[in-house]
Nanobody, 126 residues
Framework: QVQLVESGGGLVQAGGSLRLSCAAS????????MGWFRQAPGKEREFVAA????????CYADSVKGRFTISRDIAKNTVILQMSSLKPEDTAVYYC???????????????????WGQGTQVTVSS
């Protein structure tokens, strides 16, 4: 069982940067594929970025490609989402998610993730 706790959200002006962290508890963290999703008011939860267990594959939504970077630190049981050039449309609650997976490649579907954090609010002002 993995428990996930996000941190790092906040209010930032358009063009600014934020760094979200997801701390995972559990000894099998290195075997988990991880992802970041977001949900804006009145909208469905959407994929943002993902990284596989081996850290050889990273994937991004087209809307964040080139601006966001996902990484993971196995030793610290942490997944990071570095966000730059933020836009007002990036405003949402951001969720960290994990799924036990030995497959190479990213997992981008909400339905495939087993574990979720409580979310952290990101607000980008224009």
């Amino acid at each position: 069982q993995v428990q996930l706790v996000e941190s790092g959200g906040g209010l930032v002006q358009a063009g600014g940067s934020l760094r979200l962290s997801c701390a995972a508890s559990g000894r099998a963290f290195s075997s988990y594929a991880m992802g970041w999703f977001r949900q804006a008011p009145g909208k469905e939860r959407e994929f943002v970025a993902a990284i596989d267990w081996s850290r050889t594959s990273t994937c991004y939504a087209d809307s964040v490609k080139g601006r966001f970077t996902i990484s993971r630190d196995i030793a610290k049981n942490t997944v990071i989402l570095q966000m730059s050039s933020l836009k007002p449309e990036d405003t949402a609650v951001y969720y960290c998610a994990g799924v036990l997976s030995s497959a190479r490649g990213c997992i981008m579907s909400v339905m495939e993730y087993q574990h979720w954090g409580q979310g952290t609010q990101v607000t980008v002002s224009s």
